[in-house]
């Protein structure tokens, strides 16, 4: 990597450091996750100050140090302002932030994960669908992209979708099927007894998680589902992070009151 560098990124997080200078967790589309200090940005007239705040996202100009990157330059081409008018937004931002920033590497392709983060802050800022849902969305997309999606196209026991099981039994497709978290994905009615506490899921709901790991992210936030569906895909996305995702958002703890 050259001693300078421009890359595309937005600023998840931003402590301070020292009297005046602050260090940035910056998801990038070139390189990864990476921490940069952004020496003066506390300062009042600082030509930083603008950039260094949670959710900026554009250009930034690196100096590549031994250990670290220095921030010598940004263009900001959306602070994402509209979040901190409402306090239910900056919560949910604050979120997806502290979910990137810990699912992410420095040195990873992590491209489709900043557009994720991206559009899911200007579906929250639209204020047009429903936040549980989009909550919901951007959580079952960060670990699909992250390759530890659910298998929800096919039982995961027998690799038979419910349809085929169905027309082998001579009986007609079911319109419910079983979400096992410690399975990993769907369970067909043969194979239910794997686990009897999966959630027993109707076929929109199933048809809603297929969508959103298999489509691209620029299609995620196009629809609106029934308040059954919501509250299915939640308790399902919910029961698999708590199997996979072993870590606490302290973020949550604003959000969690009204999920």
Same mark, same amino acid.
């Given at each position: 990597m050259p001693a300078s560098t421009i890359v595309t990124g937005m600023v998840l997080s931003a402590m301070p450091v020292g009297d005046y200078d602050k260090r940035l967790v910056i998801l990038t589309k070139e390189i990864g996750r990476i921490s940069a200090f952004a020496k003066g940005a506390r300062r009042p007239n600082s030509a930083l100050l603008a950039c260094s705040q949670p959710f900026a996202f554009g250009e930034f100009t690196l100096y590549a140090g031994i250990s670290s990157y220095t921030i010598m330059a940004a263009e900001i081409s959306n602070y994402f302002g509209e979040l901190r008018d409402d306090f239910d937004q900056l919560c949910y931002g604050f979120y997806f932030s502290e979910f990137a920033d810990y699912i992410t590497k420095e040195n990873n392709d992590e491209k489709d994960i900043l557009k994720l983060l991206y559009q899911s802050l200007k579906a929250i800022g639209k204020n047009t669908i429903?936040? #549980?849902?989009?909550?919901? &969305?951007?959580?079952? +997309?960060?670990?699909?992209?992250?390759?530890?999606?659910? #298998?929800?196209?096919?039982? &995961?026991?027998?690799? +038979?979708n419910s349809r085929e099981t169905a027309l082998e039994e001579g009986r007609l497709p079911s319109g419910r099927y079983y979400f096992s978290a410690s399975c990993g994905g769907i369970l067909c009615e043969a194979c239910r007894g794997n686990d009897r506490n999966a959630i027993s899921v109707n076929t929109s709901t199933l048809y809603t998680m297929q969508y959103i790991i298999s489509k691209e992210v620029e299609k995620l936030y196009t629809f609106k589902v029934t308040d059954e569906v919501l509250a299915e895909l939640k308790l399902c996305i919910k029961n698999y992070l708590a199997c996979y995702v072993e870590h606490e958002f302290k973020s949550l703890e604003m959000l969690n009151p009204v999920y």
């Open positions: 429903d936040k #549980q849902l989009i909550r919901a &969305v951007f959580e079952l +997309k960060i670990i699909s992209l992250n390759g530890e999606a659910p #298998q929800v196209f096919a039982c &995961v026991k027998c690799n +038979k």
